[in-house]
């Protein structure tokens, strides 16, 4: 098992690293010289230097690259001062640590996550079993139609729709609204309940649809059909055998969609207007605020490759055969 999560872990870091190289010269890539942006409208050449000797773009790239890499796990100085790791740059915007900007935002974006990850599971998981449990019955029908329909709905059109719904109209909800859960856990989950719902709602589709399916496939296994001659009651034989074995494709395909559910987060947060990662990259692109936009990339793909290493870890206790793999 230690080996296994080793590999994985070794995979991410890797796959990070390219990631942190690409968007890092990506960021040069573009036509115009970074530290114009940075200096304004009313921008002159002794300013212009000044801003490369600050922020270190005199030196050649791959330099500049090495330097970006080093501050990220011991810090970084900058002629206006020294950037404690992990040292992402400094905002073009407003002069600000791009990591504790990103730090200040990054609480919401959490909150939405991992809250909407178990609405959809909760819920999702629960239909599914329920319809596979009463097969061809008016709920399974039911379920599976609701289903379908929810699963072509988008954030972007479900948000405004509910807003108008329940805030507007009949004002039995809150406007969505960023409350830190120290200061306020009531709060804090009255203003994410309906961002939670509008973000889970795919997601909840898709997963009734996947776990009716495969609990009907496991039903149909040997195994259970064999626990089921020795007379055990078709309850226990649902939770203790079908069960377990229909989580070993719903844990894989979760793994996929951790990356779709943190840009979910972050499509909601833009939805409603909440101050997150989401918000925060796109006013970092609007602005042409490069440093602070390359950090939330390479941040964002970290915690979604930490995420799939969870996943396997998940999946590897599920099933023991994946750590010979």
């Known amino acids: 098992m230690l080996q296994f999560l080793l590999r994985r872990t070794f995979g991410a870091v890797l796959t990070l690293f390219l990631i942190s190289a690409v968007t890092f010269f990506m960021f040069f890539a573009i036509p115009q010289d970074p530290a114009l942006l940075a200096c304004g409208k009313n921008c002159t050449p002794d300013a212009l230097a000044v801003i490369h000797q600050n922020l270190g773009l005199d030196k050649p ?50 909150s939405l996550s991992i809250g909407g990850l178990i609405v959809f599971l909760i819920v999702g998981l629960g239909a599914g079993m329920m319809a596979a449990w009463k097969k061809g019955t008016a709920t399974d029908k039911a379920f599976s139609s609701a289903s379908l329909v929810l699963s072509s709905l988008q954030i972007y059109f479900l948000g405004p729709v509910v807003l108008g719904l329940f805030v507007y109209s009949t004002g039995w909800l809150d406007k969505p609204k960023w409350v830190p859960l120290t200061e306020s856990p009531s709060g804090w989950f009255m203003g994410l309940l309906i961002p939670w719902f509008v973000m889970s709602v795919i997601f909840t589709a898709n997963y009734t649809r996947m776990s009716r399916s495969t609990m009907i496939e496991q039903l149909q296994e040997e195994h259970v059909r064999a626990a089921r001659a020795k007379g055990m009651t078709s309850r226990y034989v649902f939770f203790r055998y079908a069960w377990r074995g229909s989580l070993i494709p719903i844990v894989t395909i979760l793994g996929m969609d951790l990356g ?10 833009i939805t409603f207007g909440l101050p997150g990662i989401g918000l925060l990259a796109r006013d970092s692109v609007l602005n042409k605020d490069l440093p602070l936009t390359m950090g939330v990339m390479i941040v964002s793909a970290a915690f979604i490759l930490l995420f799939n290493v969870i996943v396997d870890a998940m ?11």
């Open 61 to 110: 790239v791959p330099v500049q690259f090495w330097n970006f890499m080093v501050g990220i796990f011991a810090g970084r100085d900058f002629a206006v001062g020294h950037c404690a790791a992990p040292c992402f740059g400094i905002s073009f915007n407003n002069q600000q640590l791009v990591w504790d900007t990103i730090v200040d935002r990054f609480p919401l974006t959490l």
């Open 315 to 325: 999946y590897a206790l599920i099933d023991p055969r994946v750590r010979l793999s």
């Open 260 to 269: 779709a559910l943190f840009g979910g987060a972050m499509v909601t947060e």
